[in-house]
């Protein structure tokens, strides 16, 4: 009931999501430990007509996973401790940032924070439907976008302040 409350979008507005034939097609990973739900989501992926490039596997071998097949999106399903999902999180986000939807049976609060913290685009409880998992997925590639490019700003503008104080020192040595 509190992911329902945090995330009140996922009501029913997804109809739109129905008909993905337009959309690009994504390659994505899905990969964890926790069988059941990595082939549910397979099956909602291929419904939407999206490229499965790894499937199965577990949270061991993911960095290497993303690496050899430079996925569009990651989906982790985990079974073992949240901790350690959300550091296999981390690694890949540090590794090839990349939008990832962390796929849980029970979303509360403090997992979405952390779950945040650690890299994950978005949260999506499972099981889902098609219209669900497309949804998460428009979401989370958007909110993957806007986060690359708040990482872009903040970097022109930490550059702009360098900038700024080189500016101020010389000005400031020219008058001493």
């Known amino acids: ?17 129905k008909n993905m034939k337009d959309k690009e097609t994504l390659k994505v990973l899905v990969c ?9 989501v ?6 939407l007509g999206h490229t499965v490039v790894k499937k199965g596997g ?14 569009d999106l990651v989906f982790v ?18 590794f090839r940032p990349v939008p990832l939807i962390l796929l849980a049976e029970q ?23 098609s219209s669900a998992v497309a949804g998460a ?3 989370a590639l958007v909110r993957h976008q806007d986060l690359l490019e708040l990482r ?8 702009t302040v360098r900038e700024f104080v080189h500016r101020v020192k010389n000005d400031l040595s020219v008058i001493t």
């Open 42 to 47: 397979e099956d909602r992926l291929a419904e």
């Open 1 to 17: 009931m509190a992911y329902a409350a945090l995330v009140p979008l996922f009501a029913e507005p997804f109809v739109v999501w």
């Open 107 to 129: 979303a509360s609060p403090s997992l979405l924070h952390k779950a945040d913290s650690a890299g994950a685009s978005w949260v999506l409880k499972v099981p889902a439907d």
């Open 152 to 159: 872009n700003l903040r970097e022109r503008m930490k550059k």
């Open 58 to 71: 577990n949270t061991d071998d993911l960095l290497n996973s993303v690496s050899v097949t430079k996925p």
């Open 137 to 139: 997925i428009d979401f």
């Open 77 to 94: 399903a985990g079974t073992s401790p949240r901790e350690q999902c959300l550091a296999i999180i981390r690694e890949i986000q540090r």
């Open 32 to 40: 964890g430990d926790d069988p059941p739900v990595s082939r549910e």
